[in-house]
């Protein structure tokens, strides 16, 4: 699954850990999302669209 979550994290100036401490998970968790080596669950991809203020399908897609 690609995702937007850099791109949308870089607009606002915030670091992983900024983005970890807002859907209160680890740093290590935002980077696996960020690279696609983690697919997060549906509370945390809805988490992730109430923080950026998006749909979550406007953050991820399924890619190729």
Do not use: C, H
Request: aromatic share 8%; no cysteine.
């Amino acid at each position: 699954m690609e995702n937007r979550l850099r791109v949308l994290r870089a607009e606002r100036g915030w670091s992983q850990a900024d983005l970890a401490d807002r859907l209160g998970v680890s740093r290590q968790t935002v980077n696996a999302i960020e690279t696609g080596k983690y697919d997060p669950s549906l509370p945390l991809a809805f988490k992730l669209g109430q923080v950026f203020e998006q749909p979550i399908e406007a953050i991820f897609s399924a890619g190729a």
